[in-house]
């Protein structure tokens, strides 16, 4: 099956470099792929330089592209940086690095774009929920990795507290425990005897603070919110009927008392409440490394989609990572990269590092070798969404999102979070503070030049 699609794939390939044929005598590299009169590709006097994370990532990279140019004068250069920002991709002679979906996005103008059938289309179907608005006129960004929050519980304290384990629903959550209802009326059950669990008392359930919004907007997606439902920069969607009801559908979880220690703990408690095992159920930020807390704890946690609200599925908000090439860059030595970077070898070494879930459809999981956090992590990535990368109309320095991710709607949720605000006036208080952010951010863009 494996060997079946990588024939095909390179069919392809072959396919659309013989659209490019053309007489070496006349071909410009700088511009195209050209040929050699032995029908090789042409690749002297190109170079190129990767940004890679990690070192066995170079060390792979260097091992099969290698002998593709040993007969050439072109050059790969393999960095290993730990992270590549926008500014350092375009300051910096590296033509093709991973960097996250916010920042292909401010280097868009830059950017290359492939063509739809030049890129292994598993790498564009399944994540295309996260690329309508980066990929609409070619493949500029080539996602690659997906990362939290995600939603994660701790087995062997479920355990300890009687829960049966073993019966799960098909995404791994406990059928007892499986949707924020059935959580908050067990926290009700449990509060007036918290009971202990090793030499602690249970403190929560589940330890929901607001403190920051990123692991909030999941609680605004169940009914299907999201900001920019229709991928029109006109269209934010906070003056929609479906954020009303969204905020409905949050504000019981708000006003809920998660801190059963009679407390009113409001700071962000996730890692203690893990660490300390005294809540079964947190958030898993993306500098949370469950493998590290598992073995010092010696206790067991599976991540999985977060549960159910009103019988609906709440949607994570994710940061994406992909690869990006500057247009800039020798067409030959950069087909060359992205087809290393899209194998299915590129893509097992990705998953065996195991840093962050890798961006795969869940379909394919059993044709590689993963663990099993992995796994749970690829499966729960199939709820998730990325930020929308839609900047204010006639100011294309300022993206709406920012808005909700710079925290302006906290101090709203609080109001909602005590019942001092309805729904229907949170959303009105939330519409003025769009309204004034908007001003604020672009103020200085409207002045003139001293």
Known sequence: MIALLILSVVSVIALIFSRFKTSPLICNP????????????NYNEQSLVIAVETQNQKDYLSSVLQPVLE??????????????SAFTFMNSPIDIALVDKQAAGSLYPYLHRFDQEEVNPYFIDYASKHLDEINYDGVAFIPATIDGPFFVMNTTLLSRLGYDITDVDEHGRLNALNSFEEIMSEGDRLRSNRPMVGARRLTSLFPLTLVEPWSLYSFLTPNGWNMYPTNDAYDHGLDAPLFKEALELFEPLLSYEWDLTGQNQTQWRYESELVNGTAPFAIKVPFLNLEA??????????VTPMPTIDGRQPYTLAQVKGWVFKASASPALRQLVMEQLTSYNFTQLLLLEDREAVMIDPTRVNEFKVSELQKQKILAAQFTLSPPLFALPHFPSVLGFDFYTQGELLPIFEDLQTQTLTPSQAQEAILKAYDRWVIERTYYETQPNP
């Not at 007969?71 to 590549?84: A, D, F, L, P, W």
């Not at 807390?293 to 599976?302: E, G, K, L, W």
């Open 30 to 41: 700088l511009e195209t792929i050209c040929f050699n009169e032995d029908e090789t590709i």
């Open 71 to 84: 007969n050439t004068t072109g050059t790969v250069s393999i960095i290993v940086r730990e992270s590549t």
């Open 293 to 302: 807390i598992s073995s010092v704890t010696r206790q067991n946690y599976v």
